[in-house]
């Protein structure tokens, strides 16, 4: 997923020369997950730099250089770190448009790594999603496969409005079963790993249906399709597994078929529990969908507490919860 | 803290008790006010460094403050821009105008007209006059207080009035609060109410500027009492790292709402010395003198546009009125700071010259504040009939749900049919959707 962030990177900036690359480490170094390795040396010093440690800098810079004209693409190093940039994101890029009725925009795409399951610890281990979509005028995207991160990274990169697109960086190398002693596969061996030479993209608001199945449907993003995935192959559950992709903008049609067509809706996240995005997920499940649902929407997601360091699989959602869950909803 | 003993009673032991400091203005109502602690130095007497120069040869400028117009009301030193007679009546004929248009405005808020106003009375030099220093198409991304570079740049009074009044009229569709601003065809960025934000953004659009290799630099202002957010020091920092062709005019005019700028820290230090740890040219101007507001911007556009970096410009001036129409004073501060200011008031200055120079007089100053108070009320009875906030005269109902994102998203289009439905059934004359 790393090489499809830069390729997607790479094709942008060869494409459009006013997409500029910004962020701690992004420069010569090519950042701390490598994501942006050699884009300095092909494309110059002012086009890929280093920024100063200060994300409410890099946000504020990054929507200036949007209202002038450019396409940044600034790198928040982990999301845990996005929180001094948040004013910047919520009050101003968010709000551009909005506020000068159309003379401004925010044309910037924040990534940033997020998620945990690397003893990230309670500081690089987060999974905030739920902050950005709770405001308007942002878009939030999440991809799970590098063909998906490199398309949707494109798309962000040329959509006119601000975008969270948060990477999870869990499945950085490769896809995750949710057992942690279990060895990571490299993503090569897996066919949605495949991804293609060039410029491609995938509309934001669209979802992927990973899986397809008539027993219940599965909501997730990230990492989380992965773990979801193979617990339904070791449980033998046949599901349709909704990987969203976006949460802003949402693929409301995909979930609304998929939930009328299977009876049943398990939401899976990361994050923690308490007003997450699954909570508004099942809202909308519920509004939309109760009379073809046969048992209540269930939440598996992250516990209320934040993400503790040596006890990092205790709170991840991993297999034993999931198919805690999907037994419950099943035999309702 | 391993080594404190437990209990009320023995916390601290014998040690002296440590007190925390309170900052307190000098003067409070009732107070009579005595300004002469203010360092005010002769007009003319500052260096004028060239532009080019290194930073740290500017200590004195950061301290000091630098004034062009004497007690003469002549122009004195290397810092007077040596502007002709008409340049000079334009710039009064400006000031005269953005103070005609406060008292017009602030007298609507008062008539119920429209929420809020705020006034820049005796701040107007730092605005018109530093406005006058930029080329036309330089970005500016002000604050809340300058109305005056919209009047300078030529921006159409009655858009500025439809938009106070949030009416059918105003171009931001009613969704900004009133003197919140936006006009990109006179570079002038979209005003917010979250304070020193557009500080590091204007540094980001002057580095965009560097990036492409244009000539355009970018200016942004900022009250002293919003120096104290994080974002103004990101904008130093990324300023000086990336040498941003930009000006960061602090407008100090002592008070952020009730709060003197002593809680910004000017107890301490100049708010132009923070440029000195930065690593930036630091100036601190007499902002009520117009000459010098519009020599230092100069200096720095100049600074700027030869690729010789930023410039943080401290303006030492005085709120005359209160922060906004919500405000009062009077509960705060003394009523005799505003008369006993020492650097008097801008206009007058100003007039003062013009008069001293032998190129204008009192009956002429008369006739213009005339024309510029009539011309207002025209405009402003012109803006009303697209008209006043809260009568029903606004943005067509359907346009709260445009420009939130660049195509409307499901929800908002489900959001926006119901809004419709409930606008059917309030108003079933049919007003407009």
């Known amino acids: ?332 | 803290m391993a080594d404190r003993p437990d209990g009320a009673a023995q916390q601290g032991g014998n040690r002296p008790k440590l007190a925390l400091h309170v900052p307190e203005p000098k003067f409070r109502p009732g107070d009579t006010v005595d300004f002469s602690h203010l360092q005010i130095p002769e007009a003319g007497k500052q260096p004028r460094p060239d532009e080019t120069c290194d930073p740290k040869d500017m200590h004195e400028l950061a301290f000091g403050l630098v004034r062009v117009l004497g007690e003469d009301n002549k122009a004195h030193g290397p810092w007077d821009p040596k502007l002709d007679p008409d340049t000079l009546r334009k710039m009064l004929g400006h000031m005269a105008m953005t103070r005609a248009f406060d008292e017009r405005m602030f007298r609507g808020q008062r008539q119920g007209k429209t929420s809020f106003y705020m006034k820049c009375t005796g701040e107007e030099a730092t605005s018109v006059a530093a406005s006058m220093a930029l080329a036309a198409d330089d970005m500016v991304f002000p604050s809340y207080r300058q109305q005056g570079i919209l009047i300078q740049r030529g921006y159409p009074m009655i858009e500025m009035i439809n938009q106070i009044y949030s009416n059918k009229g105003d171009k931001l569709k009613g969704r900004q609060l009133p003197i919140m601003y936006s006009s990109r065809e006179h570079s002038f960025f979209t005003i917010s109410g979250n304070l020193a934000t557009q500080t590091p953004q204007a540094v980001g659009w002057a580095m965009a500027s560097a990036i492409k290799g244009d000539s355009r630099i970018a200016a942004t202002w900022v009250g002293e009492g919003s120096t104290a957010e994080g974002d103004f020091h990101s904008a130093c920092t990324f300023a000086t790292v990336y040498h941003a062709p930009v000006i960061l005019n602090v407008i100090n005019n002592q008070w952020a709402i009730s709060s003197f700028s002593g809680f910004a820290g000017a107890e301490r230090t100049t708010f132009a010395a923070r440029a000195l740890g930065y690593g930036l040219a630091g100036l601190r101007v007499d902002g009520n003198d117009a000459l010098a507001c519009f020599a230092a911007e100069q200096w720095a556009a100049n600074r700027a546009r030869a690729n010789a970096g930023p410039t943080l410009i401290e303006f030492f001036t005085y709120r005359a009125e209160g922060h906004s129409t919500s405000d009062d004073p009077s509960g705060y501060r003394s009523a005799q700071e505003r008369s006993e200011w020492p650097l008097g008031d801008p206009i007058t200055r100003l007039k003062d010259h013009l008069i001293a120079i032998g190129e204008w007089d009192e009956a002429r100053q008369e006739k213009m504040d005339l024309e510029a108070a009539e011309l207002v009320k025209a405009t402003t009875k012109e803006a009303e009939a697209n008209g006043i906030l809260g009568h029903g005269l606004h943005h067509p109902f359907r346009t709260m749900f445009e420009d939130v994102f660049e195509e409307l998203p499901w929800h908002l289009k489900e959001q926006s049919e119901q809004a419709i439905r409930e606008r059917e059934i309030k108003f079933p004359g049919g007003l407009e959707l």
């Open chain 1, 1 to 332: 997923m790393i090489e499809a962030i830069n390729d997607a990177l790479a094709v942008s900036m060869e494409r459009d020369p006013n997409v500029v690359v910004m962020g701690e480490d992004v420069g010569y170094f090519g950042g701390v997950f490598r994501c942006t390795a050699g884009l300095q040396e092909k494309f110059g010093k002012t086009r890929v730099f280093d920024t100063p440690i200060s994300e409410c800098g890099i946000i504020a810079v990054a929507v200036g250089m949007g209202a002038y004209g450019l396409r940044p693409v600034p790198e928040i190093q982990f999301a845990d770190y996005i929180y001094p940039g948040l004013d910047q994101l919520i009050s101003e890029a968010a709000r551009l448009r909005y506020r000068s009725a159309g003379e401004y925009i925010a044309p910037m795409t924040v990534r940033s790594p997020f998620g945990g399951g690397i003893f990230g610890g309670q500081t690089h281990s987060q999974s905030p999603e739920a902050i950005f979509t709770h405001v308007s005028g942002l878009k939030t995207v999440i991809p799970s496969t590098p063909y998906d991160a490199k398309g949707l990274l494109i798309s962000a990169i040329e959509d006119n409005d601000p975008v969270i697109f948060f990477e999870p960086k869990r499945i950085y190398n490769g896809p995750f079963s949710g057992y942690y002693d279990k060895p990571a596969q490299p993503w090569k061996k897996f066919d949605a790993s495949v991804v293609p030479e060039g410029y491609y993209k995938i509309p934001l608001g669209k979802a992927r249906l990973a899986a397809e199945g008539e027993q219940l449907t599965i909501l997730a993003y990230g990492t989380m399709v992965h773990v979801v995935e193979a617990v339904c192959r070791e449980k033998g559950v046949e599901a349709d597994i909704l990987d969203l992709r976006t949460l802003v903008p949402l693929d409301i049609e995909a979930i609304e078929a998929s939930v009328e067509k299977t009876g049943r809706c398990l939401i899976v996240h990361e994050a923690t529990r308490t007003s997450g995005f699954g909570a508004e997920l099942s809202a909308l499940v519920t509004e939309r969908c109760f009379y073809h649902l046969e048992a209540p929407v269930v939440r598996v997601t992250g516990f209320d507490t934040p993400y503790p360091h040596s006890l990092e699989w205790a709170y991840f959602p991993g297999p034993v919860r999931i198919g805690e869950a999907l037994d419950k909803i099943l035999s309702e």
